[in-house]
Nanobody
Framework: QVQLVESGGDLVQPGGSLRLSCAAS????????VGWFRQAPGNQRELVGH???????HYADSVKGRFTISRDVTKNMVYLQMNTLKLEDTAVYYC?????????WGQGTQVTVSS
């Protein structure tokens, strides 16, 4: 059974940093495109960034230059480093692994940016 588990969400002040983690069991991230998404209350889920197997990552304009996706192949983990956090980054953050017709989501982790 495939399971993705996000962690690292927290309450942080504006301008602060967080690193989210996504751990996979049942799949190998190296075989998948992995994306980070977020959903704020009352909003639709939106793409934060994608890490492709064979191409460079790309990011939403709202986070470009502040967020970075990385992978640790040995640990089968994907990370989302978030710097210079803003109030509008507050949301539940999800990781998604996708390859062909197979798509898997984690349960999400809450990030709250507040002073």
């Amino acid at each position: 059974q495939v399971q993705l588990v996000e962690s690292g969400g927290d309450l942080v002040q504006p301008g602060g940093s967080l690193r989210l983690s996504c751990a996979a069991s049942g799949i190998t991230f190296g075989h998948y495109n992995v994306g980070w998404f977020r959903q704020a209350p009352g909003n639709q889920r939106e793409l934060v960034g994608h890490s492709f197997r064979v191409a460079n990552a790309h990011y939403a304009d709202s986070v470009k230059g502040r967020f970075t996706i990385s992978r640790d192949v040995t640990k089968n983990m994907v990370y989302l480093q978030m710097n210079t956090l803003k109030l509008e980054d507050t949301a539940v953050y999800y990781c998604r692994a996708q390859s062909g017709i197979n798509t898997y989501w984690g349960q999400g982790t809450q990030v709250t940016v507040s002073s």
